[in-house]
């Protein structure tokens, strides 16, 4: 990205506000933009401030975070569609996780983690990636996956990438970095890239969330 990643806070709790800005104040390559304390605002705000990363607490008053997550995302035709959110909540909750996947949230926090573990989360999400472990992924997608109801609709989708393109969405199902494909395929890192980024193209993808999602709901892998 060229400049400061722009952020956008959102959370009722000042404290955790104030904690994230006073440390993103003093990196570079990131500035805060705006803060929200309600679900509502973060989606005003968004829409206004064109941020390019939103930290979205769950539990806020009135319009909760997934469905702020749900209205920022969901419109491609709007301004605040381009913003990536990153949901932070104060507990590993499945029903968090899986409501926030399906919303379109690119990553998945706990407020336990270290301030400097949240500063690399947004960078990674900025850059267009997602940030949430291998094994909470593979557990909670194939639940997202087994309640859809037109796989078949999905499999025709992928009948439009390569055959080494559908190795790449293999292993992005099965929880790998792009430095662990690009060892499995015998390819460099910036050519595993390369084919992420057609994938994004090819199956309309938001985020290696959603590739992710369509492995899973392609059949090209399964838990376990």
Do not use: C, W
């Not at 955790?16 to 993103?24: E, K, N, Y």
């Not at 209205?71 to 990153?86: M, N």
């Not at 997202?144 to 025709?156: H, I, M, N």
């Not at 910036?190 to 994938?199: H, Q, S, V």
């Amino acid at each position: 990205m060229s400049g400061p990643v722009r952020v956008l806070l959102a959370d009722d709790q000042q404290l955790i506000r104030t904690a994230l800005r006073m440390v993103m104040a003093d990196i570079d390559d990131l500035e805060v933009v705006g803060e929200a304390s309600t679900g509502a605002e973060a989606v005003r705000m968004t829409a206004q401030l064109a941020p390019d990363v939103v930290v979205m607490d769950i539990r806020m008053p009135g319009m909760d975070g997934i469905e702020a997550t749900r209205r920022i995302t969901e419109d491609p035709s709007a301004s605040s569609a381009s913003a990536r959110v990153v949901v932070l909540t104060t507990f590993d909750d499945d029903d968090y996780v899986y409501g926030a996947l399906r919303a379109g949230a690119s990553g998945f926090l706990v407020k336990d983690m270290a301030l400097d573990d949240i500063i690399g989360a947004v960078r990674i999400v900025a850059a267009g990636d997602a940030l949430i472990a291998p094994s909470v992924t593979r557990r909670l997608i194939h639940d997202f996956a087994s309640s859809r109801p037109e796989p078949a609709r999905v499999r025709r989708e992928l009948t439009g990438i390569t055959e080494r393109e559908r190795e790449v969405l293999t292993l992005v199902g099965s929880g790998l970095s792009n430095t662990e494909i690009a060892a499995e395929l015998h390819i460099s890192v910036a050519t595993a890239k390369t084919y992420l980024t057609r994938l994004f193209t090819k199956l309309d993808a938001r985020d290696r969330v959603q590739l992710v999602i369509l492995a899973y709901e392609a059949g090209l892998v399964s838990v376990g």
